[in-house]
């Protein structure tokens, strides 16, 4: 099993900025694919920002512009670096590692709320 641990959420105001990390077991080099999603109460989990072992980086349409991922691989970690955070972002983020054996784990989440 491939262990995920996301950390870094918290209450921030309107425009405010988070870093979210995510930790995983495994050697960057055996992960496909992470990703960060969320899950905001009475909405289904969506997708937020990928990021392949290729570098290739995609958003969803609400975040571009305002969300930065990126990964640091000797320290097997992912960030999600969010900027002019607005109310509709919070939600509980995931972060999910796929591995190149196709192996799915997600972590246990992050509380994000932005709120005045």
């Known amino acids: 099993q491939v262990h995920v641990v996301e950390s870094g959420g918290g209450l921030v105001q309107p425009g405010g900025s988070l870093r979210l990390s995510c930790l995983v077991s495994?050697?960057?080099?055996?992960?496909?694919?992470e990703g960060w999603y969320r899950q905001a109460p009475g909405k289904q989990r969506e997708l937020v920002a990928t990021?392949?072992?290729?570098?290739?980086?995609n958003y969803a349409d609400s975040v571009k512009g305002r969300f930065i991922v990126s990964r640091d691989n000797a320290k097997k970690t992912v960030y999600l670096q969010m900027n002019s955070l607005k109310p509709e972002d919070t939600a509980v983020y995931y972060c999910?590692?796929?591995?190149?054996?196709?192996?799915?784990?997600w972590g246990r989440g992050t509380q994000v709320t932005v709120s005045s």
């Open positions: 495994e050697s960057i080099s055996n992960i496909r694919t």
């Open positions: 999910n590692a796929l591995t190149t054996w196709g192996r799915d784990d």
């Open positions: 990021v392949t072992s290729g570098g290739s980086i």
